[in-house]
């Protein structure tokens, strides 16, 4: 379904948005990568040579830098079928330990201002799919790790919403939440993985591929891996009180 298509991967030097690339090139779909780390990005680039890969290095977390990036892709005459909001992070840190706003910038302001910029283009040609990387963790508040938290719920609840808002505009947005992923992230965001924890890790290719293949099929919303369906299913019904304390103990507690 992607093949001849381009698609704009945030976060494209690591992990699940490193994993897709490698997905969508596989199937013959052009990339535009963007993250801090160009080296990286270059060294990606270069093994994906059966097709078109521009590099873009922007630090999201610059209010400034959506509209840098959408600009540079207009310059170099590129369409972007296919927007993947992927880049961001988290840590666990109490809220009054460290300053918390620069992850509400890369998880919630530069996915807005991205897809704001892109979907543009994508409504005038009545065709585009965008999919934005949530988390399991925007299901339920974790507290010691609330921000991080709250800013995949708002992702979540932002491309819950635009599925349908975009949708007679001939758009696809999925919202992709991943568990627990063996990535870089989990080395940013814990200082020290907790053993339970470590067994429920997905491997970054499935998460991608399940993200992949919901924004093909046109799915609002994936969770991917049995595990941590289960778990989204259980926190509805579970009273939100009791919920939020055992986040808090298992996914929040610092070491
Ligand atoms: N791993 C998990 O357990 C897990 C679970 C649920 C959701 N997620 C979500 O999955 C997404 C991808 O994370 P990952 O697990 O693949 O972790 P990762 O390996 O650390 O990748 C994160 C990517 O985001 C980019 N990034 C971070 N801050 C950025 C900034 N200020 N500007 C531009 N790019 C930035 C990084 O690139 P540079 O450092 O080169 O800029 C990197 O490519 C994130 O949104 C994360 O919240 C992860």
Redesign the pocket.
Known sequence: MFSGKTALI??????????MARQLAAVGCNLIL????RD??NALAGELVSVTVDVIT?????PE?PEAVFAQTQAAGRQVDILIN?????FQKPLLAVDQL?MV???VR?LLAMTQLFAVPMVQRGQGWVLN?????AWFPIPGMAT?AAS?ACVLHLSRALHEELKPAGIVVTA??????????????RDRMDPDLEKA??P?DV?AAAGLKALAKGKAVEVPGALYRIMVALVRVLPASWVTRLAGKVMGRHH
């Open positions: 945030t976060g494209a030097s690591s992990g699940i948005g490193e994993q963007v993250a801090r780390r990286r990005l922007a630090d999201l977390a610059d830098a992927n880049a961001g992070f988290g620069g910038d890369v998880n530069s990387v949530s988390s399991v963790s991080y995949k992709l939440c991943p568990g627990g992923t063996r990535t870089e992230f989990s080395s940013i965001a890790m997905m970054a998460v």
